[in-house]
């Protein structure tokens, strides 16, 4: 095809652009000739004019015009004769060496015909050859290149254009389709609009583009938007995959532009047929690669371009510059559909869709809007929105139509779905009559009606498939959202209701329901339908919500009772607060939206779900991020009349809304077809936030009066407020607390607390000035209680209490103001004040440490020890504790003495002598001493004090393990022996696993018990004096923790040895096939706790066998395994368990290594095994095993049955590698079918869940 003349190069070459862009239209004709190219380099643009060669070519010859090996390339762009040629020839002679010009070719190049009356073309080249050691040399001018192009039209298309030269019809550069194409919208597509979701399918196509001759297919909505996303996928390859391939690509029209390519063999094209250019792709396809581009009209097996998600679509729409709301909207609408997109968002004219012509097929299914075709229920009411025609002919007509290109439905798996119900809307809308409105009435009043009635949990088990209780969602949603259009988009869809108007047919629809205002289950069953049919006729739906609020608003309750779903509790209320929240954009709802979810709050009882009332009226009133179009003003206003409306809450939304520094927020869903407000919402700027936000605080301090615990929340978040505010709230808490009647300790406490943590933090940018806390101090100082055990308890309420201006010098300045704070309550010497002090504060122990640094006189020490246990309360005795060990580091041995006799003078009992001892160090003196009393105060000692961590294994530290254990404390006798526990004996050991399991509910043992057990049981594995069959039984009776460990366990060692051991486990857990009569008493037994708990043990320990018999590393002794499998299914047989006995042999197997020889599971022996018994059961029990194997796994949004097909095809390949196995072979076929099939359900789930977000 000739596009471009030489004639046409040689005015072109005139063009001042010519000289930049001359290297790139050579380049793009190498590219587009040579098959292998090692090297290259022609800088063109601002780049062509740098030093040197203006091209470097290393590349597979293709006759006639790419040279064979290296070659270096000049280009003339200002004439082509004798004496221009010869001075470039010249010049790059003399700048290559003779040995480098054996070995390359040099080209000469320019755009002009050879003109030279005295000098031939090909006598001038002949004669530079004999005269220069150049390996040859090639001028090529205009009337070569002229030929070079016609035998590559692509480039020769896409120069036609950019020399503005008129193109043969019928054949067009990827260029030249791609703006085309885009600008058919508003906004030219991008790239990232046609590949969204489709990167894999992009990857796919490149690498089929590049493979060479053949056909490659893909199907879209329409042919065209192949073609694109094909050009999208080149355009974003990399940059020399990208020109490689644009050079070669040729979009065709029309039969014949594509029968004259079909006969130019050998060019290396790349073909996109179209429109009647297909009639010929199957010729194409044997010369180049070709795109066979398809609609939904035309059969095709596979190539189906994936559908983005919504989310996906919108993010790619947003690359155009569309705001989020905006693209949000459009992906939605469109159906994420490029060919609807283009209706909506298209740029001039815009056709209407085909379909339209069959208009009233649509009509119910754009009433009911989806639905699922396995629900009698569904297709039963679609049936009833059917005028004249049975259900079964309606939907074979429908599946013509989801088969058309640019289809108004999708069918997936057995779900019906408008695919863009705003554009079916539009086109068909005008359609509806009366009697379809009258059908879909009845039918809306139907679906809404319905409850959830709650699960008997007695009742007989059904399959909600085969017995559903309600219509599906997807009915539900569609039919919400066909009201909501009715309400929202009757203008624009030129819908007509003769008597009424749209809004108003559809809020009387809603407030016909049945009950709706007296019932709260049918406001509760709506769910996620409820946010659409708020929008639509939000009248009815808030009239029905205040009757259910009045007065104590019992009748509303039931919104907050909750069902413990399978991962976290779901609660009908949060449907509630979602369809509020979306209503609450509107200003003209927000007020009554903010009483109804403050009544909400007052009765909500609270739970774990996250989502309460209270959080969703702060996030639509909250200053910095209203979720509201409502102005400042008018948001102000509803804050107000809400706290007057339900006062009750009044304080609790106060206090959310104050500001707060790092505060977070979450937007709220939006109406989804409503303005709302939006086109007249104000800005929010900054003064308008602060305006909220000291309105907020000036209710706060108007409130806050009004009990004293509201003052302790506010003093928690004074941090956050402006200075000014600040100084109000200081001042208004001053006259507050010199004047009120109530408590004030707590709020002085809280106050006394701030002031502390600004001094330890005064160098950060957040603590308040010098000033502030000077006038915080003083306040601190003249309200603080005049009774010194009220003034100083707060320095006690903690071990560790924040009292100086750093954290490194804190301890010793606390330890100084304690002491004497101590001397001031002592002050007079009366022992109630300090017994006062020490029953008020919160760590009486720190009392005591303060007693002993004011106190070093032993006497006084006995005397305080004495007062405590004297006083006897709680506190008072654990200061007594402190004291008893402070005496004896204060006297050591002299202690001992004093407290036996203290104890004998005073009467005390061995229980509280044992509790006086609690606090001494624990090391062998202390023990020693304890065991020298009597025997009741060594046994109760042993059985309270804290098990430290011993440190050295000494048989002082051994015996402390045993006393823990004489005193029935084998957990505490397992932590304390952790780091000693080489020197433990193995009978103690043993001793200590076996009382283990005697404690109440021994195997919930927490994680860090569990670790000390596996401790001791790797201890044991060291061991010689252990004997294996009491290991395997403590393994056995811990099996529960053992199963969580990665330790090879002797249980399953011996299992894999002793198949009657084996077999016992067996009859244990399963019964005979042939089950006996079985008398009453045996029924007992089986039905009593001990015995289901050792079923269940020995399941576990049956269940993670996983050792192969014979096996040792990836080696599996065949001998071994084949007498062990025969052996266990000779005991099963005996003991009529031959089909489990199977089972669980299959299972084991399922756990063989791979074969080292060919890397295929499974190994060889159990290769030979599988085909040597070639038992049904065996392999049934592998191939449930290998699917229970996988264990959980993780899936990102819409992946589909990816991770699948990956497994069937590993587990294809091993079939093929162990094809000399045949029933191996096989059984890894079938579970390569079976992830072949998962696969397919994953991808159905995944284009399912597309449709329920679009």
Not at 18 to 37: G, H
Not at 125 to 150: N, P
Not at 581 to 598: F, G, K
Not at 685 to 699: D, H, L, M, P, Y
Request: glycine residues 6%; proline residues 5%; aromatic residues 8%.
């Amino acid at each position: 095809m000739k596009w471009i003349t030489a004639t046409d190069l040689h005015h072109w070459a005139a063009r001042l652009s010519a000289r930049a862009d001359f290297p790139e239209l050579i380049a793009d004709l190498i590219r587009a000739t040579a098959s292998e190219i090692e090297s290259f380099r022609f800088p063109s643009g601002n780049k062509a004019q740098v030093r040197g060669f203006d091209g470097w070519l290393q590349a597979t010859g293709v006759a006639p015009y790419v040279p064979d090996g290296l070659s270096v390339w000049e280009f003339g762009a200002s004439g082509a004769n004798a004496s221009k040629a010869l001075s470039d020839f010249d010049k790059r002679s003399k700048e290559t060496s003779a040995e480098r010009q054996k070995e390359t070719t040099l080209v000469l190049a320019s755009p002009y015909t050879w003109d030279d009356p005295r000098t031939k073309l090909p006598d001038w080249i002949a004669e530079r050859k004999e005269t220069s050691d150049w390996k040859d040399v090639i001028f090529l001018d205009g009337v070569q290149i002229e030929d070079w192009l016609q035998l590559c039209p692509s480039v020769s298309a896409r120069c036609a254009a950019e020399m503005q030269l008129r193109p043969l019809e019928g054949a067009q550069s990827s260029d030249e389709f791609w703006r085309e194409f885009t600008c058919r919208f508003k906004i030219p597509l991008n790239e990232d609009v046609l590949l969204c979701g489709r990167e894999a399918q992009a990857d796919e196509l490149l690498q089929g583009l590049l493979r060479g001759p053949g056909s490659i297919q893909f199907a879209a909505d329409a042919p065209d938007e192949v073609i694109a996303f094909a050009i999208a996928a080149v355009r974003k390859a990399d940059w020399e995959t990208r020109l490689y391939l644009e050079s070669r690509i040729l979009v065709l029209d029309t039969p014949h532009a594509a029968r004259s390519f079909a006969r130019d063999r050998g060019r290396n094209h790349i073909f996109f047929p179209r429109l009647q250019a297909n009639a010929v792709s199957g010729q194409l396809s044997n010369i180049g690669p070709t795109l066979i581009a398809l609609g939904r009209d035309q059969p095709s097996r596979k190539g189906f371009l994936n559908r983005p998600s919504a989310h996906e679509f919108a993010k790619a729409l947003t690359s155009l510059g569309l705001p989020d709301d905006e693209a949000d909207i459009l992906a939605r609408h469109s159906g994420r559909c490029i060919v609807v997109l283009a209706r909506q968002f298209g740029a001039g004219h815009i056709s209407q869709p085909v379909w339209v012509e069959q208009g009233h097929t649509l009509i119910p299914a754009i009433l009911a809007g989806g639905w699922d075709g396995r629900s009698k229920l569904d297709c039963d009411l679609v049936k009833s929105l059917i005028a004249d025609e049975d259900y079964a002919n309606f939907e074979s007509g429908l599946r013509k139509l989801a088969k058309s290109q640019d289809p108004p439905i999708d069918s997936e798996g057995p779900i019906w779905k408008i695919r863009a119900p705003v554009d079916a809307f539009v086109h068909l809308a005008h359609l509806i009559g009366k009697s379809d409105l009258d059908r879909l009435g009845i039918a809306a009043r139907k679906v809404f009606s319905e409850v959830d009635i709650p699960t008997d949990p007695d009742a007989p088990f059904i399959l909600p498939d085969v017995a559903p209780m309600k219509h599906s969602g997807w009915l539900r949603d569609g039919i919400a959202n066909t009201l909501l259009q009715i309400a929202v988009l009757s203008e624009q869809a030129d819908v007509n209701i003769p008597g009424t108007n749209p809004q108003k047919w559809v809020e009387e629809l809603v407030a016909s329901i049945p009950g709706l205002a007296s019932d709260h289950r049918l406001i509760a069953s709506m769910k996620s339908e409820l946010w659409m049919l708020m929008e639509a006729a939000p009248r009815p739906l808030l009239s029905a919500l205040e009757e259910l609020l009045e007065g104590d608003g019992e009748k509303a309750l039931g919104f907050f009772s909750t069902d413990d779903d399978l991962f976290s509790p779901t609660s009908p209320h949060t449907y509630v607060l979602w369809a509020l929240e979306t209503l609450a954009w509107d200003p003209r709802h927000l007020e009554q939206v903010s009483r109804l979810l403050a009544k909400l709050a007052k009765i909500d009882p609270g739970g774990r779900t996250t989502n309460r009332p209270i959080k969703s009226l702060r996030t639509i009133l909250l200053s910095w991020a209203p979720n509201t179009h409502a102005s400042l003003e008018h948001r102000l206003r509803v804050i107000d009349k809400t706290i007057e409306a339900v006062p009750e809450i009044g304080w609790e939304l106060l206090m959310s809304l104050l500001p707060r520094s790092h505060d977070t927020s979450s937007p709220t869903r939006k109406p989804k077809f409503r303005d709302a407000g939006a086109s007249d919402q104000e800005i929010l700027t900054n003064g308008k936030v602060w305006s909220a936000q000291n309105f907020v605080i000036e209710r706060a301090l108007e409130q806050v009066t009004k009990s004293s615990s509201r003052w302790i929340d506010l003093i928690d978040r004074l941090n956050d407020w402006p200075a000014k505010q600040r100084a109000s709230a200081f001042s208004a808490l001053d006259n507050w607390m010199s004047s009120t009647d109530q408590p004030v300790k707590a709020v002085w406490s809280a106050l006394n607390d701030l002031v502390h943590k600004h001094l330890a933090f005064a160098h950060t940018e957040w603590a308040m000035s010098r000033d502030e806390l000077a006038t915080l101090q003083d306040m601190v100082h003249r309200h603080q209680a005049n009774d010194a055990v009220e003034r100083f308890s707060w320095l006690f309420k903690e071990w560790s209490v924040q009292v100086g201006t750093s954290f490194d010098g804190n301890d010793a300045e606390l330890k100084q103001l304690r002491a004497q704070a101590l001397v001031d309550v002592l002050e007079g010497g009366h022992h109630e004040e300090f017994f006062r002090l020490i029953d008020l504060v919160g760590c009486p122990e720190a009392v005591a440490v303060s007693l002993l640094d004011i106190t070093t006189d032993p006497e006084k020490i006995s005397t305080w020890l004495k007062a405590s246990v004297c006083h006897g309360t709680s506190p008072a005795i654990a200061c007594a504790r402190v004291l008893s060990a402070g005496g004896r580091d204060t006297l050591g041995d002299e202690w001992k003495q004093r407290l036996i006799a203290d104890a004998a003078d005073e009467g005390w009992s061995t229980d509280l002598v044992a509790t006086l001892l609690l606090n001494w160090p624990d090391n062998e003196d202390t023990w020693k001493y304890v065991a020298g009393l009597q025997s009741g105060v060594n046994d109760l000692y042993w059985a309270r004090k804290y098990p430290f961590g011993l440190e050295s294994p000494t048989p002082a530290s051994v015996d402390a393990v045993q006393n823990y254990l004489l005193a029935s404390r084998p957990t505490a006798a397992l932590q304390a022996s952790h780091r000693i526990i080489g020197a433990v004996p193995s009978s103690i050991l043993l001793a200590m696993l076996r009382l283990l399991l005697e404690a109440d509910d021994p195997l919930e043992l927490g994680q860090m018990t569990d670790y000390y057990v596996e401790h001791v049981f790797q201890e044991l594995d060291k061991r010689q004096d252990v004997d294996v069959s009491v290991l395997a039984q403590m393994e056995y009776a811990y099996f529960p923790i053992m199963q969580r460990r990665p330790r090879k366990l002797v249980i399953h060692k011996l299992m894999a040895q002793d198949p009657a051991f084996y077999m016992s486990l067996i009859q244990s857990v399963f019964g005979p096939a042939t089950k006996p009569e079985e008398t009453t008493d045996s029924d007992a037994i089986e039905n009593s706790e001990p015995q289901r708990a050792k079923w269940r043990n020995d399941y576990r320990v049956l269940s993670e066998f996983h050792t192969i018999p014979g096996q040792n590393g990836n080696a599996i002794d065949y001998d071994q395994l084949i007498a062990w499998v025969q052996e266990v299914r000779r005991l099963g047989a005996r003991e009529d368990r031959v089909a489990i006995t199977d089972l669980y042999i299959g299972h084991m197997l399922a756990h063989a290594p791979k074969d080292n020889d060919d890397d295929a599971w499974p190994q060889v022996a159990v290769r030979k095994l599988l085909d040597s018994l070639n038992i049904e059961d065996i392999e049934r029990g592998i191939m449930t095993e290998r699917y229970n194997m996988r264990g959980a796994y993780t899936k990102s949004l819409y992946e589909g049955g990816k991770q699948e097909r990956e497994l069937a095809r590993q587990y294809r390949e091993w079939s093929r590698a162990t094809s000399v196995y045949p029933a191996t072979s096989m059984m890894l076929n079938r579970i390569a079918e079976s992830y072949e099939q998962d696969a397919l359900r994953e991808d159905e789930r995944a284009e399912l869940d597309k449709l329920r977000d679009t």
